[in-house]
């Protein structure tokens, strides 16, 4: 009986106030509560334009009317005189976390609510009264809190109902009278019902965020997946022609491995079956020479003379005269072509590669980041450059490192190149620029364009086909001793700025910038582009004068 009692105490007990149902109302989810319970509930906790049930939580568009539930009252009452209790369970009493019940004189139960008139906490039993008295009335009651004392002015032990809005705080009526005199104030329920539309509308904006945001990681949870299967089909595609192009070569390789011993063996079967006669033919001569000393030993002259006409006529050897030695390796007019083979595929192979490299680059679904704003923030995306000797003007002497070049008088002894400068004093970087990256140039006696271009600017031909600056193909900034221009498409610009002997040069490839900062003690911008960039980039150096020279700043 005692345990089907407790079963039942459970059952019936209110979830709001942990005790039993005291005129029990069931909402439209099937819960019952004490109708005063349910009622401040929603009243004070739930203030959602739609109401909650506090156990599953279900919600309802319209305040459901709550009217007593006769028959669970009347099964309240029945365990009652059965003699049931609502004695509180342990977890009713008050912990060090809790708010206890000011008015409770032994063990202090949990406080059910605060009273903001009366500035104390009350548990189910003692909260009571507030209920039951006209007194009570007019009290506010709210969520139990250890803060009440927070509502009492420190200067006048007054409840706090005044905010002033020329101090932004509460006071209370006796401040108002005093220090407070002449300020903008309202009451607190004024102010709070005016900071209550601010949060709603708050919140508004942060529930709208939320949409927003969680759309946005729905469209990169998609863009993810689209990157993962992009790359994957993309590997997979990619893996298939360079094993294609790995077996073409691997033929060719075969092809010509087959091919030289092939012609090795044909070779070295003529040159065997000429040995083989050559040998037969000095073996004739060597028979025939001894048939001439043995007629030179004959003692009888006339003997000597019949015999003589036989014996002693030679005919001309008929392989003598087609045999050349070559004073070089058979072959090596193969390996030549060999090379020459590899050396071209080798450019393939690195052109094309800039541009597979780029187009990998380029694959970008967040925005591009800003530009940096400090030379620490640049030196983030340094970048070590070197110039190629194979586009150095002849003119050009570039140092061991080939970091630095300086215009010479002497013409420099560069093998041919298609890719060499023969027009004008310049020199493209053997690196090609994608995505982000920084560099510096040094020029101390001035007299240079610091430039990038795509590589497929002209060599030679007239002055806006090849010149740095004069063409769509470059962007040139010219340092000229006491001032700045730059050059795009032929067309100059005049550029303000302090003239220090340091360039620096900021790509985002990417977003289209292009920016020329002068480096001293602090970073100056002289010149940003804004554009599109169609192919990848390689920095560049142009000299006017003799003895004029410019290193690509290599940074630590």
């Not at 709550?66 to 977890?91: F, M, S, Y």
């Not at 509502?151 to 006796?174: A, G, R, S, W």
């Not at 050559?278 to 030993?297: N, P, V």
């Not at 790509?507 to 002289?526: K, N, P, Q």
Request: hydrophobic share 30%.
């Amino acid at each position: 009986m005692e345990q089907g009692a407790e079963l039942n105490q459970e059952s019936i007990s209110c979830s709001i106030c942990l005790d039993l149902l005291k005129d029990p109302a069931t909402i439209p989810c099937g819960h019952s509560y004490c109708l005063r319970c349910i009622k401040t509930y929603w009243d004070e906790v739930d203030q959602e334009k739609t109401h909650s049930c506090p156990q599953c939580g279900q919600t309802f568009e319209r305040r459901p009317d709550l009217k007593k539930n006769i028959t669970l009252a009347a099964l309240v009452e029945d365990l009652k005189r059965d003699g049931l209790q609502a004695a509180p369970a342990d977890h009713c009493y008050a912990g060090p976390e809790d708010v206890s019940c000011d008015v409770c004189s032994e063990r202090k139960l949990k406080a059910v609510k605060s009273c903001l008139v009366c500035l104390a906490s009350y548990c189910e039993k003692h909260l009571q009264l507030h209920f039951e008295s006209a007194a009570f009335e007019k009290h506010k009651l709210v969520e139990p809190s250890k803060k009440l004392q927070e509502n009492i002015c420190p200067l006048h032990d007054e409840v706090m109902k005044i905010f002033c809005h020329t101090d932004q705080k509460l006071i209370c009526y006796l401040c108002l009278m005093d220090e407070h005199q002449g300020h903008e104030t309202v009451s607190a329920a004024a102010e709070r019902a005016e900071k209550q539309k601010e949060l709603e509308a708050s919140r508004q904006q942060i529930q709208q965020r939320i949409q927003d945001q969680e759309k946005d990681v729905k469209l990169l949870q998609e863009e993810v997946e689209a990157i993962n299967v992009s790359a994957d089909q993309t590997v997979e595609d990619s893996e298939e022609i360079f094993t294609r192009l790995i077996r073409l070569v691997q033929k060719r390789r075969s092809e010509v491995k087959q091919q030289i011993r092939s012609q090795q063996e044909t070779e070295v079967s003529r040159v065997l079956e000429l040995q083989e006669k050559l040998e037969q033919e000095i073996t004739e001569l060597k028979r025939k020479d001894a048939e001439l000393e043995q007629l030179s030993h004959t003692e009888d002259h006339n003997q000597f003379l019949h015999n003589y006409q036989s014996v002693s006529a030679l005919g001309e050897s008929p392989h003598s005269s087609i045999i050349k030695v070559h004073p070089r390796r058979y072959f090596e007019d193969v390996t030549a072509a060999v090379e020459e083979l590899r050396d071209k595929l080798q450019d393939v192979l690195r052109d094309t590669w800039t541009n597979i490299s780029l187009r990998v680059s380029e694959v970008d679904v967040l925005l591009p980041e800003p530009e940096p704003k400090s030379r620490d923030g640049f030196l983030n995306y340094f970048k070590e450059i070197t110039l190629d000797p194979n586009t150095a003007h002849r003119h050009l002497l570039l140092s061991g490192d080939n970091t630095k070049a300086t215009y010479m008088k002497e013409q420099q002894s560069y093998p041919d190149h298609p890719h060499r400068f023969t027009a004008w004093h310049q020199v493209l970087s053997r690196e090609s620029l994608s995505g982000r990256c920084y560099w510096e140039v040094e020029s101390k006696r001035g007299g240079v364009r610091v430039a990038v271009a795509y590589m497929n600017i002209k060599r030679a031909g007239r002055l806006n086909e090849c010149l740095f600056g004069c063409n769509d193909r470059s962007w040139a900034l010219c340092c000229d001793r006491n001032n700045y221009t730059f050059w795009h498409n032929n067309v100059k610009t005049p550029v303000s700025g302090f003239c220090s002997s340091r360039v620096g040069v900021y790509l985002d490839h990417r977003a289209g910038v292009l920016s020329f900062y002068s480096v001293s003690g602090t970073m100056t911008l002289l010149h940003r582009v804004q554009t599109t960039f169609t192919q990848p980039l390689h920095a560049g150096l142009l000299f006017y004068s003799d003895g004029d020279t410019a290193e690509l700043v290599a940074l630590n």
